[in-house]
């Protein structure tokens, strides 16, 4: 399945766009990045793809269905969304947080199938001994794979996470990629994902795409569009790039200006 | 894709058998829901004593046993001879019953509406009485206690009977003012916390604001109306059950049912609001639509009460409250616990306040004021709530 962004406009103000024109492809199988500095549209992209927003103009569909066409479970099961700041309310449980990812699927209420469901999602994400813990006892890093657990139950074809990485630390950071390509790989699934940090970026996506001012600067593979001197223009920030027995790696060591 | 089969489904005997000692998540989630139930089913027992218990205190004290006995022939003539007393039945049936019956409506639908605002607004402070429904609904019905008689003219002193019983139109109008004072406070709370991004404080804010624009319109009506009205308001704003009649019950009880039930039908959205906005949304709901309908419902049947009983404040905040300590926060179980909870301490109060100085009265809201407030107070110095929003 292709999800297809085209010529796609998106704003909040009636003069000004934030997204400008954004066109790019995301096939399942592979892991997209996003990348690009802050208030470059990374959020207003993704949100909008989830449908959170009404787009401006321009279409977003899968296979050739667009989004807008779809009913609101039809889009659930289709696009997953994690957001960049988790909400959580009170007495909560982490088991309920995660079954809420199968709301889509839900006709009446969740039969043992989408407890079992549930149930794997916690495991992949290593929160067996918290499923019963309140969500508000728990870090933020914790929280954060608690809502990635919860898309996982989601079990959409399109996986859109924005700078899930965010609160979670190194070596989280790195397995939550590790799962979440596997699972990319075994469920014929695609991750649509918002990155800050580059060398996550450059180690673990098949496609990188670069947004700059609302436009998509760049895309095509990390080690083709991830250069030196794209960082200078996109960043502002003079880097070097090693390539050793580990793949390539971005030092980064000066702000131009 | 299987469809969801029988055998696919939680039973509830499943929930009720035998409690395994499974540490999967699967089975601490069964295992929490059997709790869930356990607590939903203890509080109604409970109420249901309070409600036999408080049928036969009064006045004149009936025996527990024969006011068991009054029901049970009540209800099944043939099979149950009723009490010795014949006119116990009386007592019981037609002065003490609605009383309780409205305790219990109204306590229910606070609680309800409280729980339901706590939810949609992902604010634990949030309620009728916080969100200014309260003070306005109470604007609505000293309107109508003034103006009623001047706006329908003489449709508003007429009599309508329902059965056997009589509904006199005056109530019908405290009602719909009620309703529409309600909706209008419940409407500007939301215009001032319209933007996406307002905070929790900002809609407390707006609602204690509301509250005040309300009472003001109260205090002026109470200003400029004579004796006779000034009376029927200052005693309806002290809030209690002693108007209730069988002829206003057929009119509540039947609305306030409906409303809990299509509250009720609602929870399973409300639960994915708890993830957020933008989550509910990708989920697959029309978070607007949603807080919407689930706002005007809870005002709806806040407002009816309201014009009942007065103003009772406090049951739409602490009830949700006490429950979610015991039972977290799935709605689906959250709504129908806060109503029973709602209805048990409503009625305990009135029943205390019929009592405590026989043969006079205190208004309910003095002494569930009192009860209510150490018994939260306990609560929330027992399990530190202050980390839980």
């Known amino acids: 399945m292709i999800l297809s962004v085209r010529n796609l406009c998106q704003g909040y103000s009636k003069r000004k766009d934030t997204l400008k024109d954004i066109s790019f492809e995301a096939e399942t199988g592979k892991v997209v990045s996003l990348i690009g500095p802050n208030g470059c549209g990374k959020t207003t992209l993704i949100k909008t793809i989830c449908g959170i927003y009404d787009q401006r103009s321009g279409t977003v569909s899968v296979d050739n269905t667009p989004l807008c066409s779809m009913g609101r479970k039809e889009t659930a099961r289709t696009v997953g969304y994690v957001p960049q700041n988790v909400t959580y309310s009170g007495y909560s449980t982490v088991f309920d947080t995660v079954l809420l990812g199968r709301f889509p699927y839900v006709e009446w209420t969740y039969t043992k199938k989408d407890i079992r469901i549930a149930s794997e999602a916690l495991k992949c994400m290593g929160l067996e001994d918290l499923s019963g813990r309140d969500i508000n006892h728990l870090s933020g890093g914790q929280r954060q794979k608690v809502f990635i657990a919860r898309s996982l139950a989601q079990d959409p074809r399109f996986y859109i996470f924005d700078e899930p990485t965010n609160s979670l630390d190194l070596k989280n950071q790195l397995n939550m990629m590790k799962i979440m390509k596997d699972i990319v790989k075994e469920k014929k699934a695609c991750l649509v994902v918002a990155l800050h940090d580059l060398n996550l970026a450059m180690r673990y996506s098949d496609e990188v795409i670069i947004l700059k001012d609302g436009f998509v600067f760049d895309n095509g593979p990390p080690e083709d569009v991830i250069t030196v001197d794209t960082i200078e223009k996109v960043y502002g920030v003079r880097s070097k790039i090693f390539e050793e027995n580990e793949g390539f790696f971005i030092h980064l060591y000066e702000s131009i200006d | ?389």
């Open chain 2, 1 to 389: 894709m299987n469809g969801p089969q029988n055998s696919d489904m939680i039973r509830f005997s499943d929930m009720l058998s035998e409690a395994k000692t499974d540490t999967s998540p699967e089975g601490i989630y069964v295992a929490g829901l059997r709790r869930k139930l356990l607590f939903i089913i203890i509080i109604s027992i409970a109420l249901i004593c309070v409600a036999i218990i408080s049928l036969g205190i009064g006045a004149v004290n009936i025996p527990v046993s024969d006011t068991v006995s009054a029901i049970a022939h009540a209800l099944l003539p043939s099979h149950f001879a009723g009490p010795e007393n014949e006119w116990y039945s009386t007592i019981l049936f037609q002065g003490r019953l609605p009383r309780i019956v409205l305790a219990i409506t109204t306590g229910a639908s606070l609680a309800i509406a409280g729980s339901v605002m706590q939810g949609t607004l992902r604010n634990p402070l949030v309620s009728p009485f916080t969100l200014g429904v309260s003070s306005a609904a109470s604007f609505g019905a000293a309107m109508s206690i003034v103006y009623g008689s001047s706006v329908f003219g003489a449709l508003y002193f007429t009599q309508t009977t329902i059965g056997d019983y009589s509904l006199s139109f005056s109530t019908i109008s405290t009602m719909i003012f009620s309703f529409i004072t309600g909706m209008a406070s419940i409407v500007l709370v939301l215009i001032l916390g319209r933007k996406k991004d307002t905070s929790k404080s900002t809609i407390i804010l707006g609602g204690v604001v509301v509250g005040y624009l309300f009472q003001a319109g109260v205090t002026f009506t109470k200003y400029i109306s004579n004796d006779e009205a000034l009376r029927d308001i200052t005693l309806w704003l002290m809030g209690g059950t002693w108007n209730a009649s069988w002829g206003s019950m057929i009119v509540l009880v039947p609305v306030v049912l409906i409303t809990i039930v299509l509250l009720e039908g609602m929870s399973f959205k409300i639960n994915t609001l708890s993830a957020g906005d933008d989550v509910a949304s990708n989920l697959g709901v029309d978070v607007n639509k949603l807080r919407r309908d689930s706002l005007i419902l809870s005002t709806f049947i806040t407002s009816v009460c309201i014009s009942f009983t007065g103003i009772i404040g406090f049951i739409g905040l602490m009830a949700p409250h006490i429950c979610r300590m015991f039972i977290g926060n799935d709605s689906r179980y959250l709504f129908p616990a806060s109503a029973v909870m709602g209805s048990l301490i409503l009625l305990s109060s009135d029943t205390i306040s019929r009592v405590i100085i026989a043969p006079s009265q205190l208004p309910v809201g003095i002494i569930m004021y009192i009860i209510g407030g150490i018994f939260f107070i306990w609560l929330i110095s027992r399990k530190n709530v202050g980390e839980y929003w």
